[in-house]
């Protein structure tokens, strides 16, 4: 069955430390590949996706995830957190005949010391 | 766009009620989602739609669960019965279906309290 893991529960980082979340899927085939964010009292938010072509994408809010298919990661990073970025990020994976069907992850909660 | 609305924002019932909540999707968005989000987890599959025929609904689902969307725009969710393991956020998404995949936009979600 498909379904998504996300190793980390929760995460601090320093504002200005680089950041690194990780996401591992599992799925019979390349699946269509999301990262949402939600943060308090927002609702949901599409970070960045992978369908194919190019292994790195890039994202709204200096966000990229890098596509591995040998590790079925799909870990999302951003060089340099600001406050701003605390939040819960949830990877999510798209399957089905039409790779409609959206599962998500865990989630890890990411928090921002100033 | 004016997003996708849900109503109530929250509901508080006692066990054994029916509840129902309901989801205005963008307007142009033929694809209407469900899930449900309990504290500290990821949104959970409920059922999902294209126009008004639902093409899957999770098997983890009670029949206590039910949605219609009838003529293809808005969305109803009922729960029959409800039990206390029933409380958490109802989140409804819509997306417009195209060759890329799916981007769903999400509600504020229908916050239920079943005492």
């Known amino acids: 069955a498909q379904s998504v893991t996300q190793p980390d529960i929760h995460i601090t980082v320093s504002e200005g430390a680089s950041l690194e979340l990780r996401c591992n899927y599992s799925?019979?085939?390349?699946?269509?590949l999301f990262w949402y964010v939600q943060s308090p009292g927002q609702g949901l938010q599409l970070l960045l996706k992978?369908?194919?072509?190019?292994?790195l994408v890039q994202g709204i809010k200096g966000f990229e995830a890098e596509f591995k298919r040998s590790q079925s990661s799909f870990n999302l990073r951003k060089p340099s957190v600001h406050w701003s970025d605390a939040a819960e990020y949830f990877c999510?994976?798209?399957?089905?005949?039409?790779?409609?069907?959206?599962?998500f992850g865990p989630g890890t909660s990411l928090s921002v010391i100033p | 766009d004016t997003g996708v609305s849900q109503d109530p924002r929250h509901k508080i019932t006692k066990r054994g009620q029916n509840v129902t909540f309901r989801c205005d999707p963008i307007?142009?968005?033929?694809?209407l989602y469900w899930y449900r989000q309990t504290l500290g987890q990821g949104p959970e599959f409920l059922t999902y739609?294209?126009?008004?025929?639902?093409?899957?609904k999770s098997r983890l689902l009670s029949d206590r669960f039910s949605a219609e969307r009838p003529k293809g725009s808005f969305s109803t969710l009922e729960i029959q019965r409800t039990e206390q393991g029933d409380s958490a956020m109802y989140l409804c998404?819509?997306?417009?279906?195209?060759?890329?995949?799916?981007?769903?936009?999400f509600g504020s979600g229908t916050q239920l309290s079943v005492l």
């Open positions: 998404a819509s997306s417009l279906t195209g060759a890329q995949g799916e981007k769903l936009f």
């Open positions: 799925y019979g085939a390349t699946p269509y």
């Open positions: 307007s142009e968005h033929n694809r």
């Open positions: 999510a994976v798209g399957v089905g005949p039409s790779y409609d069907k959206v599962i």
């Open positions: 739609f294209q126009n008004e025929a639902q093409l899957e």
């Open positions: 992978y369908f194919s072509g190019d292994t």
